[in-house]
């Protein structure tokens, strides 16, 4: 359990953690970033599996937070996201992307609470998430759940499932880009807001690396 006290700030960033479990209250006036990347081991003889758990309370008025989630999955490799956003208190802001990238047999699952109290007026909220399948074989399941009381908010969410845009894959070749690397290129730019919400650079082009590793 994690408290943010009155106007502080904080970022966590995570990378394949088997078992991400945060419970996190955020006081008057405090923000929250919180950056969780999943990505396949090299070479790696057993399937990864892992499980996150995002809870996060505004237990006070003008609160933000922001969760990026990425998973970039191969073999059968099986990533599970859960997020609970709770807005207690009105005047808060929070802000969600989640986004999935299988191939081969990966499996990804996504749930995620979106609550807002019915003290909890003045709300901006929104939950997003998109998945992306390079193979047939691979399965995403997606289950948003919004519980609003209040009047006076904002809120939304949307979930997409697809595959890479082959309108977009015929423009590039058309124009002398590889068909592989035509593929990777739209591949990290489907990727590249998650990754660019870590403020750290170094952090960031590591994770890149790893990534296109």
Known sequence: MLNLNKDEHKELVFFNEPDLSLHITQQEGSSLRIVV???SVAAADEPRSAAHTLEIHHAGTNCRTEIYVLAYLKRKDCVRTYTRMHHDIGG????????YVLADEAQGEFMGELKIMPNAQQ?????TNRNLLLSEHATMR???QLEIYADDVKAGHGATT???DE???FYMQQRGIDPTMARQMLVQAFMQDIMDAISDDTLRDAYCKRLTE
């Open 162 to 164: 697809g595959q890479l």
């Open 123 to 127: 709300v901006s909220a929104e939950q």
């Open 142 to 144: 997606t289950r948003p």
């Open 167 to 169: 309108s977009a894959l």
């Open 92 to 99: 808060g802001v929070s802000k969600q992307v989640i986004k």
């Open 37 to 39: 990347v999943d990505c």
